[in-house]
């Protein structure tokens, strides 16, 4: 092998491994992504627990039949808060899944990651 080959080879090489680890960067950056997404979908889902708690605890200081109109406007935003928190919640989990798919996919693990950097260092 000439001098010229190791070297296009350790240029491809170091090619493969940049692609590589940017691939995983990307991936690992869209997981916090939806990590987040996650997170704010349980905050969304316990602020609707608390609104609950709060009508439940305070219900012996009023009437019901007096504030019936107010109780269906909460009840209203109790709901959509509902729908947004469980939208948050699946749209994370399921990114979260959709994300190991694609790391699967890209069949990377880190035993072959580094032998291809010691590979690339111990070249001359």
């Given at each position: 092998?000439?001098?010229?080959?190791?070297?296009?080879?350790?240029?491809?090489?170091?090619?493969?491994?940049?692609?590589?680890?940017?691939?995983?960067?990307?991936?690992?950056?869209?997981?916090?992504?939806?990590?987040?997404?996650?997170?704010?979908?349980?905050?969304?889902?316990?602020?609707?627990?608390?609104?609950?708690?709060?009508?439940?605890?305070?219900?012996?200081?009023?009437?019901?039949?007096?504030?019936?109109?107010?109780?269906?406007?909460?009840?209203?935003?109790?709901?959509?808060?509902?729908?947004?928190?469980?939208?948050?919640?699946?749209?994370?989990?399921?990114?979260m899944r959709e994300i190991d798919r694609q790391r699967e996919q890209l069949a990377i693990d880190t035993e072959s990651l580094d032998k291809m950097y010691?590979?690339?260092?111990?070249?001359?």
């Open positions: 092998m000439t001098s010229e080959d190791a070297s296009v080879e350790y240029r491809n090489d170091a090619a493969k491994m940049r692609t590589a680890l940017a691939a995983v960067r990307t991936l690992e950056a869209i997981r916090r992504s939806k990590l987040a997404e996650l997170r704010t979908g349980i905050s969304v889902l316990a602020i609707t627990l608390s609104i609950l708690t709060v009508l439940i605890s305070t219900s012996g200081f009023w009437n019901p039949a007096t504030v019936s109109f107010l109780l269906g406007i909460v009840g209203i935003l109790i709901a959509i808060l509902l729908i947004v928190g469980s939208y948050f919640f699946y749209q994370g989990l399921r990114g010691h590979d690339i260092l111990n070249q001359d």
